[in-house]
């Protein structure tokens, strides 16, 4: 099936404009939330955005600290870059 604005796991994204060559990898710095803390690592692939490739590291649900969560995030991130680089080849 082909990616469609509302179609999931994997979606066409209207927030970050993205080619058919591009990665994208977007950390959003949610911190300053109040109910759910978090640093989300978003993955767009040749401009779909895939919820299975993307993932949110949180503070209070997960009992880390700001500077962890902000650790894992850039972690994930290179893994993720890592990862898919291999398509753009």
């Given at each position: 099936?082909k990616?469609?604005?509302?179609?999931?796991?994997?979606?066409?994204?209207?927030?970050?404009?993205?080619?058919?060559?591009?990665l994208?990898i977007?950390?959003?710095?949610?911190?300053?939330?109040?109910?759910?803390?978090?640093?989300d690592?978003?993955?767009?692939?040749?401009?779909?955005?895939?919820?299975?490739e993307?993932?949110?590291?949180?503070?209070?649900?997960?009992?880390?600290?700001k500077?962890?969560?902000?650790?894992?995030?850039?972690?994930?991130?290179?893994?993720?870059?890592?990862?898919?680089?291999?398509?753009?080849?």
């Amino acid at each position: 099936m082909k990616p469609t604005k509302t179609s999931w796991p994997r979606h066409i994204a209207d927030s970050i404009k993205c080619r058919p060559r591009d990665l994208i990898i977007r950390i959003s710095n949610w911190t300053r939330d109040k109910d759910e803390p978090a640093y989300d690592v978003e993955v767009y692939i040749k401009g779909i955005y895939d919820w299975n490739e993307s993932k949110v590291f949180s503070t209070r649900s997960a009992n880390r600290s700001k500077p962890k969560a902000r650790k894992l995030a850039i972690q994930f991130a290179q893994q993720q870059i890592e990862k898919h680089m291999e398509s753009f080849k």
